[in-house]
T-cell receptor
Framework: NAGVTQTPKFQVLKTGQSMTLQCAQDMNHNSMYWYRQDPGMGLRLIYYSASEGTTDKGEVPNGYNVSRLNKREFSLRLESAAPSQTSVYFC?????????????FGSGTQLSVL | SQQGEEDPQALSIQEGENATMNCSYK?????LQWYRQNSGRGLVHLIL?????REKHSGRLRVTLDTSKKSSSLLITASRAADTASYFC?????????????FGKGTHLIIQP
């Protein structure tokens, strides 16, 4: 039981490049989330998917797109990376309403945009 | 915007002492949760307290919730070096958890051996 798996763990991009962060969970959770964590800012929600087939914007969605590929997988895409997107990205999943919103996190992707 | 705000931002105590962290929030909640993050790792859920509960225990952890003051505290008793980490409070959204949690900025706890 791996929980939430994120790839890659580290990535360096040049401004304007694109990339996709992958996330998969094996807990049969309905809801999945992408957060970013910046020093002194805590975690901020980028996008979430309450259930398979739906996605919604969070607090800081600009510059990002997401795809809920199936119940297990939720990817985050940066179409044209900017230095302001340098951050640590966390994927999380939960049972949603029935689980009280308890989140299970991946180990994170450290992204640097030069 | 941040819903929860932890206090203090940083705390350094001796091993064996108790550590108390506080969290204040702004709007009504269904539940409040505490998470721990070790350096370079993802967050790990510690404890959840519902809005109709006032106190909850889990091992060496004690959480209190005062909805009238919109505040919560996390007490770690008999601290250990392994408790060194950042601690975050998080509150649920209007969707009852399906639309994610809102996190505070965290308290960085250092346990001195």
């Amino acid at each position: 039981n791996a929980g939430v798996t994120q790839t890659p763990k580290f990535q360096v991009l040049k401004t304007g490049q694109s990339m996709t962060l992958q996330c998969a969970q094996d807990m049969n959770h309905n809801s999945m989330y992408w957060y970013r964590q910046d020093p002194g800012m805590g975690l901020r929600l980028i996008y979430y998917s309450a259930s398979e087939g739906t996605t919604d914007k969070g607090e800081v969605p600009n510059g990002y797109n997401v795809s809920r590929l199936n119940k297990r997988e939720f990817s985050l895409r940066l179409e044209s990376a900017a230095p302001s997107q340098t951050s640590v990205y966390f994927c999380a999943s939960s049972e949603g309403r029935t689980g009280g919103g308890k989140l299970f996190f991946g180990s994170g992707t450290q992204l640097s945009v030069l | 915007s941040q819903q929860g705000e932890e206090d203090p931002q940083a705390l350094s105590i001796q091993e064996g002492e108790n550590a108390t962290m506080n969290c204040s929030y702004k709007t009504s909640i269904n539940n409040l949760q505490w998470y721990r993050q070790n350096s370079g790792r993802g967050l790990v859920h510690l404890i959840l307290i519902r809005s109709n509960e006032r106190e909850k225990h889990s091992g060496r952890l004690r959480v209190t919730l005062d909805t009238s003051k919109k505040s919560s505290s996390l007490l770690i008793t008999a601290s250990r070096a392994a408790d060194t980490a950042s601690y975050f409070c998080a509150t649920d959204g209007a969707g009852g958890g399906a639309d994610g949690l809102t996190f505070g900025k965290g308290t960085h706890l250092i346990i001195q051996p």
